[in-house]
Protein backbone atom coordinates (compact mmCIF):
# COMPACT_ATOMS: atom_id res chain seq x y z
CA UNK A 1 0.00 0.00 0.00
CA UNK A 2 1.41 3.61 -0.50
CA UNK A 3 1.46 5.29 2.20
CA UNK A 4 0.18 9.31 2.13
CA UNK A 5 3.09 11.43 3.90
CA UNK A 6 2.72 15.15 4.88
CA UNK A 7 5.57 16.59 6.72
CA UNK A 8 5.17 19.80 9.13
CA UNK A 9 8.18 22.13 11.21
CA UNK A 10 7.31 22.74 14.42
CA UNK A 11 9.34 23.89 17.15
CA UNK A 12 11.87 26.78 17.28
CA UNK A 13 12.35 27.23 14.07
CA UNK A 14 8.64 28.02 13.02
CA UNK A 15 8.33 29.92 16.74
CA UNK A 16 10.99 32.30 15.45
CA UNK A 17 13.13 32.14 18.35
CA UNK A 18 15.72 29.22 17.21
CA UNK A 19 19.53 30.16 18.03
CA UNK A 20 21.78 29.77 15.62
CA UNK A 21 23.03 26.52 16.76
CA UNK A 22 19.68 25.07 17.24
CA UNK A 23 18.33 22.49 15.21
CA UNK A 24 14.95 22.03 12.89
CA UNK A 25 12.41 19.80 13.99
CA UNK A 26 10.27 17.79 11.72
CA UNK A 27 7.51 15.42 11.91
CA UNK A 28 6.03 12.91 9.58
CA UNK A 29 2.41 12.45 9.72
CA UNK A 30 1.41 9.04 8.19
CA UNK A 31 -1.24 6.48 8.84
CA UNK A 32 -1.15 4.76 11.76
CA UNK A 33 0.85 1.77 11.99
CA UNK A 34 3.41 2.93 9.37
CA UNK A 35 5.62 4.69 11.06
CA UNK A 36 8.63 2.11 11.45
CA UNK A 37 8.32 1.66 7.72
CA UNK A 38 8.04 5.14 6.96
CA UNK A 39 10.87 6.06 8.64
CA UNK A 40 13.00 3.41 7.22
CA UNK A 41 12.11 4.73 3.80
CA UNK A 42 12.94 8.09 5.03
CA UNK A 43 16.62 7.01 5.76
CA UNK A 44 17.49 5.04 3.07
CA UNK A 45 16.55 8.02 0.93
CA UNK A 46 18.38 10.27 2.87
CA UNK A 47 21.89 7.69 3.16
CA UNK A 48 21.35 7.76 -0.57
CA UNK A 49 21.35 12.02 -0.60
CA UNK A 50 24.28 11.41 1.32
CA UNK A 51 26.50 9.26 -0.53
CA UNK A 52 25.80 10.71 -4.12
CA UNK A 53 25.15 14.30 -2.96
CA UNK A 54 22.19 15.04 -5.18
CA UNK A 55 22.93 18.91 -4.65
CA UNK A 56 22.14 19.00 -1.40
CA UNK A 57 25.03 18.65 1.22
CA UNK A 58 23.89 15.99 3.28
CA UNK A 59 25.62 14.38 6.36
CA UNK A 60 26.09 12.45 9.23
CA UNK A 61 22.49 10.80 8.66
CA UNK A 62 21.39 8.40 11.72
CA UNK A 63 18.67 6.84 12.64
CA UNK A 64 17.07 6.36 16.57
CA UNK A 65 15.86 3.27 16.85
CA UNK A 66 13.73 3.80 20.04
CA UNK A 67 9.74 3.27 20.24
CA UNK A 68 9.36 6.44 18.86
CA UNK A 69 11.61 6.59 15.81
CA UNK A 70 13.53 9.72 14.86
CA UNK A 71 15.69 10.48 11.52
CA UNK A 72 18.44 12.98 12.13
CA UNK A 73 20.86 14.57 9.61
CA UNK A 74 22.70 17.68 8.93
CA UNK A 75 21.24 19.67 5.99
CA UNK A 76 23.69 22.09 5.20
CA UNK A 77 25.48 22.73 8.54
CA UNK A 78 22.16 22.59 9.98
CA UNK A 79 20.97 19.60 12.01
CA UNK A 80 17.68 18.40 11.45
CA UNK A 81 15.48 15.80 13.56
CA UNK A 82 12.45 14.13 11.82
CA UNK A 83 10.13 12.09 13.72
CA UNK A 84 6.98 10.45 12.81
CA UNK A 85 3.24 10.84 13.72
CA UNK A 86 4.60 13.24 16.54
CA UNK A 87 1.94 15.94 17.52
CA UNK A 88 2.32 17.61 20.26
CA UNK A 89 4.48 20.14 19.25
CA UNK A 90 2.15 21.06 17.20
CA UNK A 91 -0.14 21.63 19.94
CA UNK A 92 2.33 23.55 21.93
CA UNK A 93 4.04 25.92 18.69
CA UNK A 94 -0.19 26.82 18.41
CA UNK A 95 -0.38 27.60 21.93
CA UNK A 96 2.79 29.66 22.53
CA UNK A 97 2.12 31.45 19.34
CA UNK A 98 -1.35 32.36 20.61
CA UNK A 99 -0.03 33.71 24.06
CA UNK A 100 2.65 35.53 21.65
CA UNK A 101 -0.15 37.37 19.76
CA UNK A 102 -2.18 38.38 22.65
CA UNK A 103 0.25 39.89 25.29
CA UNK A 104 1.81 42.06 22.15
CA UNK A 105 4.35 44.36 23.45
CA UNK A 106 6.51 44.02 20.39
CA UNK A 107 7.09 40.75 20.91
CA UNK A 108 8.05 40.53 24.35
CA UNK A 109 7.44 37.20 25.09
CA UNK A 110 9.77 35.78 21.72
CA UNK A 111 12.70 38.13 22.48
CA UNK A 112 12.54 36.91 26.30
CA UNK A 113 12.87 33.50 24.62
CA UNK A 114 15.54 34.34 22.47
CA UNK A 115 17.22 36.34 25.32
CA UNK A 116 17.26 33.33 27.91
CA UNK A 117 17.71 30.95 25.87
CA UNK A 118 21.07 33.00 24.58
CA UNK A 119 22.21 32.95 28.37
CA UNK A 120 21.03 29.45 29.18
CA UNK A 121 22.76 27.62 26.12
CA UNK A 122 26.16 29.79 25.47
CA UNK A 123 26.62 31.91 29.37
CA UNK A 124 25.24 29.03 31.77
CA UNK A 125 25.08 25.39 30.24
CA UNK A 126 21.57 24.60 31.52
CA UNK A 127 19.35 23.97 28.79
CA UNK A 128 19.29 20.66 27.16
CA UNK A 129 16.40 18.24 27.59
CA UNK A 130 18.97 15.59 26.02
CA UNK A 131 21.50 16.53 28.65
CA UNK A 132 19.93 16.06 31.75
CA UNK A 133 18.91 19.71 31.67
CA UNK A 134 15.94 22.36 31.13
CA UNK A 135 14.12 21.42 27.81
CA UNK A 136 13.44 24.74 25.26
CA UNK A 137 9.64 23.81 26.23
CA UNK A 138 10.67 23.85 30.06
CA UNK A 139 12.56 27.31 29.64
CA UNK A 140 9.44 28.82 27.50
CA UNK A 141 7.02 28.32 30.76
CA UNK A 142 9.20 29.54 32.96
CA UNK A 143 9.17 32.44 30.86
CA UNK A 144 5.78 32.63 30.33
CA UNK A 145 5.00 32.22 34.24
CA UNK A 146 7.50 35.55 34.60
CA UNK A 147 5.67 37.63 32.53
CA UNK A 148 1.73 36.30 33.37
CA UNK A 149 2.55 37.44 36.99
CA UNK A 150 5.17 40.42 36.48
CA UNK A 151 4.22 41.91 33.50
CA UNK A 152 3.29 45.48 34.88
CA UNK A 153 7.31 45.95 35.71
CA UNK A 154 8.61 44.42 32.37
CA UNK A 155 10.12 47.09 30.01
CA UNK A 156 11.72 44.92 27.55
CA UNK A 157 13.58 41.73 27.91
CA UNK A 158 16.63 42.33 29.94
CA UNK A 159 13.95 43.42 32.60
CA UNK A 160 12.33 39.90 31.96
CA UNK A 161 15.91 38.12 32.02
CA UNK A 162 16.58 39.98 35.38
CA UNK A 163 13.39 39.20 36.97
CA UNK A 164 13.79 35.67 35.51
CA UNK A 165 16.90 35.36 37.54
CA UNK A 166 15.99 36.71 40.60
CA UNK A 167 12.67 34.90 40.77
CA UNK A 168 14.26 31.44 39.99
CA UNK A 169 17.80 31.84 41.60
CA UNK A 170 15.70 31.65 45.32
CA UNK A 171 12.62 29.84 44.18
CA UNK A 172 11.61 26.75 46.44
CA UNK A 173 11.49 23.80 44.58
CA UNK A 174 11.46 21.52 47.55
CA UNK A 175 7.62 22.61 47.80
CA UNK A 176 6.39 24.12 44.63
CA UNK A 177 6.74 23.14 41.01
CA UNK A 178 5.86 26.27 37.88
CA UNK A 179 2.28 26.54 35.98
CA UNK A 180 1.41 29.10 34.12
CA UNK A 181 -0.75 30.86 36.53
CA UNK A 182 1.02 30.22 39.37
CA UNK A 183 2.81 27.88 42.14
CA UNK A 184 1.73 23.71 41.91
CA UNK A 185 1.82 22.76 45.69
CA UNK A 186 3.42 19.36 45.94
CA UNK A 187 2.56 17.56 48.65
CA UNK A 188 -0.54 17.56 47.06
CA UNK A 189 0.36 15.45 44.28
CA UNK A 190 -0.97 13.43 42.25
CA UNK A 191 -3.50 15.81 42.48
CA UNK A 192 -2.49 18.97 40.67
CA UNK A 193 -3.32 22.01 43.18
CA UNK A 194 -2.64 25.22 41.72
CA UNK A 195 -1.85 28.40 44.60
CA UNK A 196 -3.17 31.40 42.22
CA UNK A 197 -1.76 35.14 43.06
CA UNK A 198 -3.70 36.67 45.41
CA UNK A 199 -4.83 39.26 42.95
CA UNK A 200 -5.62 36.96 40.07
CA UNK A 201 -6.51 39.75 37.81
CA UNK A 202 -3.14 41.12 37.86
CA UNK A 203 -2.33 38.54 35.65
CA UNK A 204 -1.56 38.96 31.86
CA UNK A 205 -3.36 35.82 30.01
CA UNK A 206 -7.01 35.90 30.76
CA UNK A 207 -8.49 32.72 31.93
CA UNK A 208 -10.96 32.62 28.92
CA UNK A 209 -7.53 32.36 26.32
CA UNK A 210 -5.84 29.87 28.23
CA UNK A 211 -9.02 27.53 28.28
CA UNK A 212 -9.99 28.38 24.60
CA UNK A 213 -5.89 27.03 23.77
CA UNK A 214 -6.66 24.09 25.80
CA UNK A 215 -9.75 23.00 24.03
CA UNK A 216 -8.01 23.77 20.58
CA UNK A 217 -4.97 22.46 21.23
CA UNK A 218 -4.53 19.88 24.28
CA UNK A 219 -6.83 17.08 22.37
CA UNK A 220 -3.83 15.42 20.17
CA UNK A 221 -1.99 15.40 22.98
CA UNK A 222 -4.74 13.42 25.12
CA UNK A 223 -5.78 11.15 22.33
CA UNK A 224 -2.14 9.76 22.60
CA UNK A 225 -0.92 10.00 25.92
CA UNK A 226 -1.35 6.66 28.25
CA UNK A 227 -4.62 6.80 30.17
CA UNK A 228 -4.19 6.84 34.42
CA UNK A 229 -0.89 8.77 33.60
CA UNK A 230 -0.53 10.96 36.79
CA UNK A 231 2.40 14.29 37.26
CA UNK A 232 5.87 12.32 37.82
CA UNK A 233 7.51 14.54 40.60
CA UNK A 234 11.19 15.44 39.41
CA UNK A 235 13.96 17.70 41.28
CA UNK A 236 12.14 20.92 39.00
CA UNK A 237 8.65 20.63 38.50
CA UNK A 238 6.82 22.21 35.49
CA UNK A 239 3.30 22.13 34.79
CA UNK A 240 2.84 21.49 30.42
CA UNK A 241 0.09 23.98 30.22
CA UNK A 242 -2.08 22.48 27.98
CA UNK A 243 -1.27 19.17 29.66
CA UNK A 244 -2.46 18.57 33.19
CA UNK A 245 -0.31 15.25 33.54
CA UNK A 246 2.83 16.20 31.76
CA UNK A 247 6.06 17.49 33.92
CA UNK A 248 8.18 19.42 31.42
CA UNK A 249 10.90 19.36 34.27
CA UNK A 250 11.29 15.43 33.64
CA UNK A 251 14.61 15.68 31.43
CA UNK A 252 16.29 17.57 34.50
CA UNK A 253 18.92 15.03 36.80
CA UNK A 254 19.09 15.87 40.37
CA UNK A 255 22.93 16.23 39.62
CA UNK A 256 21.98 19.04 37.11
CA UNK A 257 19.36 20.31 39.40
CA UNK A 258 21.60 21.77 41.43
CA UNK A 259 23.98 22.83 38.84
CA UNK A 260 20.94 24.90 37.30
CA UNK A 261 20.18 26.38 40.70
CA UNK A 262 24.10 28.00 41.33
CA UNK A 263 24.05 28.78 37.66
CA UNK A 264 20.93 31.16 37.90
CA UNK A 265 22.04 32.38 41.41
CA UNK A 266 25.64 33.17 39.79
CA UNK A 267 24.01 35.02 36.69
CA UNK A 268 21.72 36.94 39.13
CA UNK A 269 24.49 37.96 41.42
CA UNK A 270 26.91 39.24 37.92
CA UNK A 271 23.68 40.90 35.87
CA UNK A 272 22.92 42.67 39.54
CA UNK A 273 26.23 43.76 39.68
CA UNK A 274 26.29 45.34 35.73
CA UNK A 275 23.27 47.07 36.64
CA UNK A 276 24.66 48.64 39.20
CA UNK A 277 27.40 50.06 37.65
CA UNK A 278 27.64 53.63 36.18
CA UNK A 279 25.71 54.41 33.37
CA UNK A 280 28.37 54.67 31.02
CA UNK A 281 29.70 51.05 31.70
CA UNK A 282 26.16 49.33 31.90
CA UNK A 283 26.84 49.09 27.76
CA UNK A 284 30.60 47.21 28.29
CA UNK A 285 28.83 45.13 31.36
CA UNK A 286 25.98 43.86 29.50
CA UNK A 287 28.48 42.59 26.62
CA UNK A 288 30.59 41.14 29.43
CA UNK A 289 27.60 39.61 30.91
CA UNK A 290 27.04 37.97 26.88
CA UNK A 291 30.20 37.52 26.10
CA UNK A 292 29.86 34.02 24.68
CA UNK A 293 26.96 34.72 23.16
CA UNK A 294 28.43 37.51 21.37
CA UNK A 295 31.55 35.55 20.16
CA UNK A 296 29.19 33.13 18.63
CA UNK A 297 27.54 35.76 17.02
CA UNK A 298 30.56 37.39 15.28
CA UNK A 299 31.55 34.04 14.38
CA UNK A 300 28.18 33.41 12.63
CA UNK A 301 28.09 36.60 10.80
CA UNK A 302 31.60 35.67 9.09
CA UNK A 303 29.78 32.05 8.11
CA UNK A 304 26.54 34.26 6.68
CA UNK A 305 29.28 36.65 4.71
CA UNK A 306 31.05 33.76 3.31
CA UNK A 307 27.71 32.08 2.11
CA UNK A 308 26.66 34.94 0.61
CA UNK A 309 29.58 35.86 -0.99
CA UNK A 310 29.27 31.81 -2.63
CA UNK A 311 25.95 31.18 -3.06
CA UNK A 312 25.14 35.10 -4.12
CA UNK A 313 22.22 35.75 -1.45
CA UNK A 314 22.38 37.64 2.17
CA UNK A 315 20.71 37.20 5.03
CA UNK A 316 18.30 40.02 6.56
CA UNK A 317 17.40 40.76 9.81
CA UNK A 318 14.77 38.03 11.22
CA UNK A 319 11.18 39.41 12.19
CA UNK A 320 10.04 37.40 14.88
CA UNK A 321 5.96 37.71 13.53
CA UNK A 322 5.43 33.48 13.36
CA UNK A 323 2.78 31.45 11.83
CA UNK A 324 1.41 28.33 13.33
CA UNK A 325 -0.89 27.66 10.54
CA UNK A 326 1.17 24.75 8.84
CA UNK A 327 1.27 23.02 12.80
CA UNK A 328 -2.76 23.96 12.69
CA UNK A 329 -3.33 21.98 9.95
CA UNK A 330 -0.33 19.15 11.39
CA UNK A 331 -3.09 18.98 13.88
CA UNK A 332 -5.54 18.17 11.52
CA UNK A 333 -4.18 15.77 9.36
CA UNK A 334 -2.98 13.88 12.61
CA UNK A 335 -6.38 13.42 13.37
CA UNK A 336 -7.19 11.99 9.90
CA UNK A 337 -4.70 9.65 9.84
CA UNK A 338 -4.42 8.63 13.30
CA UNK A 339 -8.01 8.29 13.78
CA UNK A 340 -8.32 11.13 17.02
CA UNK A 341 -11.65 12.69 17.83
CA UNK A 342 -11.26 16.34 17.44
CA UNK A 343 -13.58 19.02 16.30
CA UNK A 344 -12.04 20.00 13.09
CA UNK A 345 -13.54 18.50 9.46
CA UNK A 346 -12.46 14.51 9.53
CA UNK A 347 -10.83 15.28 6.23
CA UNK A 348 -7.86 17.45 5.58
CA UNK A 349 -9.07 18.89 2.08
CA UNK A 350 -9.51 23.11 2.19
CA UNK A 351 -7.45 23.08 5.54
CA UNK A 352 -8.39 26.32 7.31
CA UNK A 353 -5.61 28.36 8.94
CA UNK A 354 -7.42 27.73 12.81
CA UNK A 355 -9.53 28.92 14.91
CA UNK A 356 -10.56 32.89 14.51
CA UNK A 357 -8.74 33.90 17.84
CA UNK A 358 -5.27 32.91 16.22
CA UNK A 359 -5.76 35.09 13.28
CA UNK A 360 -4.12 38.54 13.37
CA UNK A 361 -3.42 41.64 10.93
CA UNK A 362 -0.05 42.47 12.51
CA UNK A 363 2.40 44.60 10.09
CA UNK A 364 5.70 42.62 9.61
CA UNK A 365 8.32 44.76 11.11
CA UNK A 366 12.35 43.51 12.25
CA UNK A 367 13.34 43.14 15.57
CA UNK A 368 13.52 45.72 17.81
CA UNK A 369 14.21 46.17 21.31
CA UNK A 370 12.39 48.39 23.92
CA UNK A 371 15.29 47.96 26.94
CA UNK A 372 14.51 49.26 30.29
CA UNK A 373 17.32 49.15 32.41
CA UNK A 374 19.84 51.98 32.45
CA UNK A 375 18.35 54.09 35.54
CA UNK A 376 19.43 51.70 38.46
CA UNK A 377 18.13 52.33 42.26
CA UNK A 378 18.92 49.80 45.36
CA UNK A 379 16.68 49.23 48.27
CA UNK A 380 17.56 48.72 51.63
CA UNK A 381 19.48 45.67 51.32
CA UNK A 382 21.77 46.83 48.02
CA UNK A 383 20.50 44.67 45.61
CA UNK A 384 17.29 44.71 44.27
CA UNK A 385 17.59 46.76 41.51
CA UNK A 386 14.50 48.90 39.65
CA UNK A 387 14.75 48.46 36.11
CA UNK A 388 11.19 49.26 34.70
CA UNK A 389 12.86 53.42 33.51
CA UNK A 390 13.40 53.88 30.22
CA UNK A 391 17.43 53.36 29.10
CA UNK A 392 18.95 55.79 27.99
CA UNK A 393 22.23 54.13 26.72
CA UNK A 394 21.72 53.50 23.10
CA UNK A 395 24.34 51.07 23.02
CA UNK A 396 22.75 48.55 25.04
CA UNK A 397 19.76 48.45 22.82
CA UNK A 398 21.88 48.49 19.31
CA UNK A 399 24.29 45.77 20.70
CA UNK A 400 21.25 43.58 22.21
CA UNK A 401 19.69 44.06 18.86
CA UNK A 402 22.13 43.04 16.85
CA UNK A 403 23.13 40.08 18.91
CA UNK A 404 19.13 38.86 19.07
CA UNK A 405 19.09 39.76 14.86
CA UNK A 406 21.99 37.24 14.06
CA UNK A 407 20.09 34.51 13.77
CA UNK A 408 19.81 31.68 11.15
CA UNK A 409 16.47 32.63 8.65
Known sequence: MEALIEVFPYGSVPLKTYLPDGDIDM????????????ANNFYQILKAYEQNNFGFLITDVTMIDAQVKVVKCILDHIPVDIS?????????????????????????????????????????????????????YALETMILHIINLFHSHLRGPLSVL???????????????????????????????????????????????????????????????????????????NILDPLNDENNLGRSISLGNFYRIKSALSYGYK?????????????????????????????????????????????YKVANLHGNCTSSFEGMIYGQYFLNYTLPFPRRPQNVRPGPAFLE???????????????????????NKINIDKEATSSEIEEELTSMLSYIKG
Not at 98 to 116: A, M, P, W, Y
Not at 298 to 311: D, I, K, Q, S, Y
Open 27 to 38: SAITHQNTEDAV
Open 84 to 136: FNKVGGFSSLCFLETVNKDIQKGHLFKQSIILIKAWCYYESRILGASYGLIST
Open 162 to 236: YTFLEYYSSFDWERFGISLDGLIILEALPDVVVQRPQIEDDMLLGEDLIQRCKNYFSIPIRAVRAEGGQFQLKPI
Open 270 to 314: KLTEVLMLQESCISDGIKKFFVNTINRRHALEMENRVAACTRGRY
Open 360 to 382: TNVERNSIHLDIGGAAVESNDDG
